[in-house]
């Protein structure tokens, strides 16, 4: 199993960007399709970006795409969402997550339920 720890969240205003990081340990995240989601307390968790280890393939959700960028070093076991023009409606915790399945090839989307593993999250807020 592998186990993940998000870090890099914090307050910013809006227009500014974080960079947050995921560190993966007792497995390789290669073997995993790795993604972010994201909670507002009270509502539904989002599904934001994920990546596919073997093509390379990534998703982004409407509400993220052209600002946010995801990206995988295999070599490190790290994974990182680059956060750009952040607006205060993405203020939210951000969880990366990892399944062995790269499901959103198959759906076209991303699900809680496609992934296996979690991390605790790191807050965002926005202001």
């Known amino acids: 199993d592998v186990q993940l720890v998000e870090s890099g969240g914090g307050s910013v205003q809006a227009g500014g960007s974080l960079r947050l990081s995921c560190t993966a340990s007792?497995?390789?995240?290669?073997?995993?399709?790795m993604g972010w989601f994201r909670q507002i307390p009270d509502k539904e968790r989002e599904g934001i970006a994920a990546?596919?280890?073997?093509?390379?393939?990534?998703y982004y959700s409407e509400s993220v795409q052209g600002r946010f960028f995801i990206d995988a070093d295999n070599a490190k076991g790290t994974v990182s969402l680059v956060t750009n023009n952040l607006k205060p409606e993405d203020t939210a915790a951000y969880y990366c997550?990892?399944?062995?399945?790269?499901?959103?090839?198959?759906?076209?989307?991303?699900?809680?339920?496609?992934?296996?593993?979690w991390g605790r999250g790191t807050q965002v807020t926005v202001s």
């Open positions: 997550v990892a399944d062995p399945t790269s499901w959103f090839t198959l759906t076209g989307n991303l699900r809680f339920q496609d992934f296996a593993y």
């Open positions: 007792g497995d390789t995240i290669g073997r995993y399709c």
């Open positions: 990546i596919d280890p073997a093509g390379g393939q990534a």
